[in-house]
C-alpha cells in the first residue's frame, strides 16, 4: 500500500504518463514510417528510428518542462539556449548507444521493432538519467535572490522523472548480512563440457592442485554436454585418476543451461561454484570465492569490471554488448552490481533449491540465478576477477541467438520482483529473528 501511494504521488504520476505518450508517439511514428511508407529495410528501419527518437525528444522536453516540473525561468535565452541545447546533448550519448548499439543490435537478432523501440525508449531515458539529471533542468540561481529562493535553488528538475521513481521504488533492499556460524565442509565445483578435449584436463588439474595447496575439502564434477570427441574419455581417466573428480553425462537436451542444471542436481557439496571449461576462470578465484563462503554470505559474485578485475583478449564486439546488457540490468534492477551476465559465481545449496526450478535452457541462466537469489534477498557479497580468453576450441555462446532469451529472462525476474508480493522471498531469517526476540 506504502509503495501504492509513493507510485501516485502527483509528480511520479505525471512523470508516468507523460513518458508513457511521449513513448506512444514513438512507437507510432515508427509505425507510420515503416508500414506505410515503406521504410522496411535494416538501413531504413534504423533511420525512422532516428527520426521518430527526435521527434519524441522534443515532445518529452517540452512535457516534462512544462507539466511535470513547472517553474523556473522561461527566458529565451534559458530554455532555448540552455536548457533545449544541454538536454540535446545530455541526451545525445543514450540516443547514440541505441541507433549505433541498441536498435541494430535488437534487429539483428530478429525482435519485432515495436519491442525494440520500447526497449531502446528505457535503456536511452535511464542512460539520458544517469548523465545528465543534475545538468539540463537545474536553473540557475541570482545571488540577489540566494536567501528568498534558497529551499528552490536546491531543487533538482529532472529531465526524465527517473530519480524518484528509482529512489522509492528501484533500488533494491541491501542484502541480509553474513551468518558468520555457517561452514563449508565440501566446496563442489560444477563444470560443463562440451567437445572440450583441448582445454578440459588442463582445466581440471589446475583447480584440483590448487584446492589441494589449500587444503580445501572439495569435489569437480564435470557435466558431458553430449561432447561428439575425445571429452568423455578424458573425464574417464581423470576420475580415474583423482576420486575427488568425478563426471556425470547430461541427460537433458544439448545445451548450457541444461547442463548446469544437470549439476546443480547432482553435487554433493555444501556450495557450488559453476567454472568454465575452457580455463578463461582463475583457479585463485575459486580459492576466494571459498573464503567469502566461510565468512557466511549465502552467494558470491565475482567482477571482471571493478577495481582489481581483469580481462584478457576479451573480443571488443563482445565487450561492448555485455557492458550495454550489464547497464541495462543494473538500472533495470537498481544493482551496483556490474557483472551479472559472467557465469562464474558460487552459491550455497540452500540457494540453489531457493531460485528452484530453473528455467534457462541456454546462457541466459547465468543471468537468472545471480538475479533470483538478489530478488529472493539471499545474502551476497562481490569481489573483483580474472577472466582470460579461451586458447583452444570454439566459444559455444552465440550472440544472436541469446539475445532475445537474455531479454525474456531478465524481465521475468523484473516481474516477480515487482508483482509476486513477496511470494518467493526467504523466509528464513526472519523466522530466526523472532525466535531470538521470543
Known amino acids: 500500500m506504502i509503495q501504492l501511494k509513493k507510485l501516485f504521488r502527483p509528480k511520479i504520476f505525471k512523470f508516468l504518463v507523460g513518458g508513457g505518450l511521449a513513448a506512444l508517439l514513438n512507437v507510432l511514428l515508427m509505425f507510420c514510417l515503416i508500414e506505410w511508407l515503406g521504410f522496411n529495410t535494416p538501413f531504413l528501419r534504423n533511420i525512422s528510428n532516428v527520426l521518430s527518437i527526435e521527434l519524441s525528444l522534443l515532445f518529452s522536453f517540452f512535457v516534462y ?17 540552455r536548457q533545449l541545447p544541454l538536454y540535446h546533448v545530455s541526451a545525445g550519448a543514450a540516443v547514440v548507444a541505441r541507433i549505433f548499439l541498441v536498435f541494430p543490435l535488437l534487429d539483428w537478432w530478429g525482435i519485432n521493432y515495436v519491442l525494440n523501440t520500447l526497449v531502446g525508449v528505457l535503456i536511452s531515458a535511464t542512460l539520458n538519467y544517469v548523465i545528465s539529471d543534475r545538468l539540463v533542468f537545474k536553473t540557475p540561481v541570482q545571488r540577489s535572490h540566494a536567501r528568498r529562493q534558497a529551499d528552490f535553488s536546491s531543487e533538482i528538475y529532472y529531465p ?111 556450495a557450488v561454484a559453476i567454472v568454465m571449461a575452457d580455463s578463461s576462470d582463475a583457479p585463485e578465484n575459486i580459492v576466494d570465492y571459498y573464503y567469502k563462503l566461510q565468512e557466511g554470505y549465502d552467494c558470491v559474485f565475482g567482477s571482471r569490471f571493478i577495481r582489481g578485475g581483469k ?41 540453489i533449491e531457493g531460485i528452484s526450478p530453473l528455467l534457462s535452457h541456454h546462457f541466459n541462466l547465468t543471468v537468472e540465478m545471480p538475479l533470483k537469489a538478489i530478488v529472493r534477498q539471499y545474502s551476497y557479497t562481490t569481489m573483483p576477477i580474472t577472466w582470460r580468453n579461451r586458447a583452444t576450441g570454439v566459444s559455444k555462446l552465440k550472440l544472436k541467438e541469446m539475445g532475445s532469451r537474455y531479454l525474456f529472462i531478465v524481465l521475468y525476474i523484473w516481474l516477480e520482483k515487482h508483482l509476486s508480493r513477496g511470494d518467493y522471498v526467504r523466509k528464513q531469517p526472519q523466522l530466526a529473528l523472532q525466535s531470538k526476540i521470543r
Not at 325 to 350: C, H, M, P, Q, W
Request: hydrophobic share 40%; glycine share 6%.
Open 65 to 81: 518542462r512544462i507539466w511535470v516540473w513547472p517553474g523556473g525561468s522561461w527566458t529565451f535565452r534559458e530554455v532555448f539556449w
Open 160 to 270: 526524465e522523472g527517473l530519480a524518484p521513481a528509482l529512489v522509492h521504488s528501484c533500488s533494491l533492499p541491501e542484502p541480509p548480512r553474513a551468518e558468520t556460524s555457517k561452514r563449508i565442509k565440501v566446496f563442489s565445483i560444477v563444470i560443463p563440457a562440451h567437445n572440450e578435449e583441448g582445454c578440459i584436463v588442463t582445466t581440471v588439474q589446475s583447480i584440483s592442485q590448487l584446492l589441494e595447496a589449500e587444503r580445501i575439502a572439495y569435489e569437480i564434477l564435470v557435466v558431458n554436454d553430449n561432447s561428439r570427441d575425445r571429452t568423455e574419455a578424458l573425464l574417464r581417466q581423470l576420475s580415474a585418476q583423482n576420486g575427488k573428480v568425478r563426471y556425470i553425462n547430461n541427460y537433458y537436451p544439448n545445451g548450457f543451461g541444461f547442463a548446469i542444471r544437470c549439476g546443480l542436481e547432482n553435487f554433493q557439496g555444501d
Open 311 to 351: 580481462v584478457i583478449d576479451y573480443p571488443t564486439h563482445k565487450l561492448m554488448v555485455n557492458r550495454l546488457a550489464n547497464l541495462f540490468i543494473s538500472v533495470l534492477f537498481g544493482l551496483k552490481f556490474n557483472d551479472t551476465t559472467n557465469a562464474f559465481k558460487a552459491y550455497r545449496r540452500e540457494v
